[in-house]
């Protein structure tokens, strides 16, 4: 009786398991701006893998290692030419890239912006949609944020100064804080130790600078040892974009008050869901998405340092 029960249980469980369709070689292609060097990225690498496993197709996810956009267009062309059945792409700089892009929508492929670029550019090229954080707004909504906590002035630590969205970035805290950007951005570099020096010369120079701000894991970890080594670690105002497990211990520590969550997980696992759904079924999401911003406080900490650099 028990062999009936469990050959009649193993029937059923197949009966109902739910088909998958699948075009046969179904791939997608990522390429962002990153260099290899970036480890916020790793994110966007396990977003795409885990879309890839559950929509039952082929991911890949390529970049230039250096981060140098010439680099990253003659990527782009390349997966253009490899004939995949979509492109999800960074659009890190409009002058070097959409030349490549435009090419790889011409020729049919059907591509999604994403992190970096915007709306209107991603409508303008005839992408299908554009899904990551606008870059000015969070740095506005961050200085707001700040200037209601008093602050009038700031150091900006850009460690990726060619990328225009790092200075949407920048600029829009000085907006929101009501003051001229001027000379509070500096051009960090991504060596750790160079900016590391940069930020402690600055600060040196600037003794009156309220607060700092950090666009990311590879410029907030070394301006953490900065701070430490002169004294200012939870001293002075620190606010950062994006999350990383040195960051979160940051935020709990109390050196840095908030992180910026643009959520890449969402950016990458999205476009692979949504480009594989429109392949399928032919349904798209009508709008744009906005993956961010989010500000993440040692109140909120739980989910985000449980999958900090992974998920978060």
């Known amino acids: 009786?028990?062999?009936?029960?469990?050959?009649?249980?193993?029937?059923?469980?197949?009966?109902?398991?739910?088909?998958?369709?699948?075009?046969?070689?179904?791939?997608?292609?990522?390429?962002?701006?990153?260099?290899?060097?970036?480890?916020?990225?790793n994110t966007i690498?396990?977003?795409i893998a885990l879309a890839g496993?559950?929509?039952?197709?082929?991911?890949?996810?390529?970049?230039?290692?250096?981060?140098?956009?010439?680099?990253?267009?003659?990527?782009?062309?390349?997966?253009a030419a490899s004939g995949p059945?979509?492109?999800?792409?960074?659009?890190?700089?409009?002058?070097?890239?959409?030349?490549?892009?435009?090419?790889a929508i011409d020729s049919g492929i059907d591509v999604i912006i994403m992190n970096t670029g915007s709306p209107e550019a991603a409508r303008e090229m005839g992408a299908l949609m554009y899904v990551g954080q606008p870059e000015y707004d969070a740095g506005y909504a961050a200085g707001l944020r700040a200037k209601g906590d008093g602050i009038g002035s700031f150091l900006c630590v850009n460690h990726y100064i060619?990328?225009?969205?790092?200075?949407?970035?920048?600029?829009?805290?000085?907006?929101?804080?009501?003051?001229?950007?001027?000379?509070?951005?500096?051009?960090?570099?991504?060596?750790?130790?160079?900016?590391?020096?940069?930020?402690?010369?600055?600060?040196?120079?600037?003794?009156?600078?309220?607060?700092?701000?950090?666009?990311?894991p590879t410029s907030a970890n070394p301006t953490m040892l900065a701070l430490e080594e002169n004294g200012l670690a939870g001293d002075i105002y620190f606010g950062t974009f994006d999350l990383g497990g040195e960051i979160v211990?940051?935020?709990?520590?109390?050196?840095?008050?908030?992180?910026?969550?643009?959520?890449?997980?969402?950016q990458a696992y999205l476009p692979v869901v949504i480009m594989t759904n429109y392949h399928r079924y032919g349904v798209l999401p009508g709008n744009n998405i906005n993956s961010g911003p989010g500000f993440v406080t040692a109140e909120g900490l739980t989910k985000v340092e449980e999958f900090a650099g992974e998920y978060r």
């Open 1 to 41: 009786m028990k062999t009936v029960f469990k050959t009649l249980a193993t029937a059923t469980a197949i009966a109902f398991t739910p088909f998958i369709a699948m075009a046969e070689g179904e791939k997608y292609i990522l390429v962002s701006h990153a260099p290899d060097s970036d480890s916020w990225w």
């Open 162 to 216: 060619v990328q225009p969205s790092s200075t949407e970035r920048c600029q829009g805290f000085a907006d929101g804080l009501g003051v001229e950007l001027g000379n509070q951005m500096i051009d960090s570099g991504q060596d750790p130790s160079e900016i590391k020096n940069r930020v402690q010369a600055y600060l040196s120079a600037n003794p009156e600078t309220d607060a700092v701000l950090t666009l990311g």
């Open 249 to 266: 211990k940051g935020i709990q520590s109390g050196v840095i008050e908030w992180g910026i969550d643009q959520q890449p997980f969402l």
């Open 85 to 103: 059945n979509g492109i999800i792409t960074t659009l890190a700089d409009l002058d070097v890239l959409s030349g490549p892009i435009q090419a």
């Open 45 to 47: 690498k396990n977003g």
């Open 53 to 79: 496993e559950q929509m039952n197709v082929e991911v890949e996810y390529r970049n230039p290692p250096t981060g140098d956009l010439a680099d990253m267009a003659r990527i782009i062309d390349q997966a």
